[in-house]
């Protein structure tokens, strides 16, 4: 099979769509991420998949915190900054949840620590015990085959 129709037929799954953040020696770095789930209610834990040659990969590893950002509708512009799509932008500002850098006005802001990382072909599987949420009443921003959707209601 064909990395091009295995991308194809992943992409027919919709998901939200998250800024992963995490700061290292006061420098914090952001990357658009869509692979993420929740893993377990007791303890709270969630799960990200980071590719082996994003930068990310190894801040993580270094900082053993990140947060994870869903975004809200009207927060595409920052999906593709943190995508490295769109490199003329403002300087994004971050506040922080259990002194871990969250986005402004994210539909959802989950701050973790890193229990596990489990290196699984060419992505790194990384587990997070939550140790802290704050949710926003908003619409959620959508990806679906490849490009943004906004939810329509039945
Ligand atoms: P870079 O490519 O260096 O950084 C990403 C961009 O963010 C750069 O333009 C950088 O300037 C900007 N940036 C970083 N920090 C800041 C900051 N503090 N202030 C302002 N700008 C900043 N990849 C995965 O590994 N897993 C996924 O689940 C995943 N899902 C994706 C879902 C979608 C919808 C999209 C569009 C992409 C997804 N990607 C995923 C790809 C990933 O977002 C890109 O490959 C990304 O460029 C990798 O980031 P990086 O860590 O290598 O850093």
Do not use: W
């Amino acid at each position: 099979m064909e990395v091009r129709q295995f991308r194809h037929a992943m992409g027919k799954f919709a998901t939200g769509v998250t800024v992963i953040a995490t700061e290292v020696d006061g420098n914090v770095h952001g990357m658009t991420a869509n692979a993420f789930m929740s893993v377990s209610l007791s303890p709270q834990l969630v799960v990200i998949s980071i590719a082996e040659k994003a930068q990310m990969l190894e801040k993580i590893k270094q900082s053993g915190t990140f947060s994870v950002n869903i975004l809200s509708a009207d927060q595409k512009e920052l999906s593709m900054v943190f995508a490295g799509q769109l490199k003329d932008h403002d300087e994004v500002v971050f506040e922080r949840l259990q002194g871990v850098p969250v986005l402004p006005n994210a539909l959802t802001q989950i701050s973790c620590e890193v229990t596990a990382a489990h290196v699984e072909g060419d992505h790194t599987l990384f587990i997070g015990r939550v140790t802290d949420i704050c949710v926003n009443d908003a619409e959620p921003l959508i990806y679906y085959s490849g490009k943004y959707r906004r939810l329509v209601k039945e």
